[in-house]
């Protein structure tokens, strides 16, 4: 069955703005960390962001740090990937992550969203 769906994706340009969603199920959602990965053309797929449960622990890649917000609302089990000043090398197809713990570092994440294309044109 489906877990994990996500939207938001699109064509923006450069300096622009996107916000993502991701809206789970609860057995995956409720008490346990999630987060955001990305995969470009030709590369492996790459950590952007990650919260816990209560949003109290946060984690973000350097290219995603001052630009991006990751955030969450329990109620909807939704999480959501708020980009800004976007850049072209921000084009990647980006993923929704589940993670099998309370936890934001060191751990892999157990469930994956089929993804949601952004594109930033020059």
């Known amino acids: 069955q489906v877990q994990l769906v996500e939207s938001g994706g699109g064509l923006v340009q450069a300096g622009g703005s996107l916000r993502l969603s991701c809206a789970a199920s609860g057995s995956i959602f409720s008490g346990y960390a999630m987060g955001w990965f990305r995969q470009a053309p030709g590369k492996e797929r790459e950590f952007v962001a990650a919260l816990t449960y209560s949003g109290s622990r946060l984690s973000y890649a350097d290219s995603a740090k001052d630009r991006f917000t990751i955030s969450r609302d329990n109620a909807k089990n939704t999480v959501y990937l708020q980009m800004n000043s976007l850049k072209p090398e921000d084009t990647a197809v980006y993923y929704c992550?589940?993670?099998?713990?309370?936890?934001?570092?060191?751990?892999?994440?157990?469930?994956w969203g089929q993804g949601t294309q952004v594109t930033v044109s020059s």
């Open positions: 992550a589940a993670y099998p713990f309370d936890m934001v570092v060191g751990i892999t994440p157990r469930s």
